[in-house]
């Protein structure tokens, strides 16, 4: 069974940037595109970025593209969103999340079947 577990959440100016970690367990990342979305209040759920962590191929909405950037640590089984000039409308939940999938075009929580318990990012002054 594979966990995942996010931190790394926050109040931030915009503008501002922070770390989103996710901590997998119970099987090594090369096995699956671990990626992320985000929810806000009213909206549905968003493919934000993934990474197919056996050769490095990435997806990134384009809401996100150029100032969010996803990697991976396999010596840690973690990957990582630096997310970078942020604006109030990134404000939402973050849920990491695995699955056996890969588009480059597309994101999609069908596309998953592992998900952590999420992260509150907030972007306010």
């Known amino acids: 069974q594979l966990q995942l577990v996010e931190s790394g959440g926050g109040l931030v100016q915009p503008g501002g940037s922070l770390r989103l970690s996710c901590a997998v367990s119970?099987?090594?990342?090369?096995?699956?595109?671990i990626g992320w979305f985000r929810q806000a209040p009213g909206k549905e759920r968003e493919g934000v970025s993934c990474?197919?962590?056996?050769?490095?191929?990435?997806y990134y909405a384009d809401s996100v593209r150029g100032r969010f950037t996803i990697s991976r640590d396999n010596a840690k089984n973690t990957v990582y969103l630096q997310m970078n000039s942020l604006k109030p409308e990134d404000t939402a939940v973050y849920y990491c999340?695995?699955?056996?999938?890969?588009?480059?075009?597309?994101?999609?929580?069908?596309?998953?079947?592992?998900w952590g318990q999420g992260t509150q990012v907030t972007v306010s002054s």
């Open positions: 999340a695995a699955g056996p999938y890969y588009d480059r075009g597309h994101y999609y929580p069908e596309m998953t079947d592992y």
């Open positions: 990474i197919r962590s056996s050769d490095g191929s990435t």
């Open positions: 119970g099987s090594s990342l090369n096995n699956y595109v």
